[in-house]
């Protein structure tokens, strides 16, 4: 099992920037693939940037050119630097995890408990 652990959302003002941080824990090796994903209320949890153990990234196109995601290997974390923030980015982030074959989930899908990020105008 993988356990992860997020931190640093937030309340902003539009304009404002937030890093979101996302540790792993226990069985590592059986996954290659972190990112972030929103679910506001009322909508379907929608990917927002993610990255393989080989450095391949993907936004969503509304998260090009604002967002940024990184890991550290060495801690096993993945975050999400926000920048530019507006009002349509409110939303529980969550960070998972998973194992992917040509981007297909083929197991290890995990969620974390989700972190607030409300974006005042």
């Known amino acids: 099992q993988v356990q992860l652990v997020e931190s640093g959302g937030g309340l902003v003002q539009a304009g404002g920037s937030l890093k979101l941080s996302c540790a792993a824990s226990g069985a590592i090796l059986s996954i290659n693939v972190m990112g972030w994903y929103r679910q506001a209320p009322g909508r379907q949890r929608e990917l927002v940037a993610s990255?393989?153990?080989?450095?391949?990234?993907n936004y969503a196109d509304s998260a090009k050119g604002r967002f940024t995601i990184s890991r550290d290997n060495a801690k096993n974390t993945v975050y999400l630097q926000m920048n530019t923030l507006s009002p349509e980015d409110t939303g529980v982030y969550y960070c998972n995890a998973h194992r992917e074959l040509i981007n297909i989930v083929v197991g290890g899908n995990y969620w974390g408990q989700g972190t607030q990020v409300t974006v005042s105008s």
């Open positions: 990255v393989t153990t080989g450095g391949r990234t």
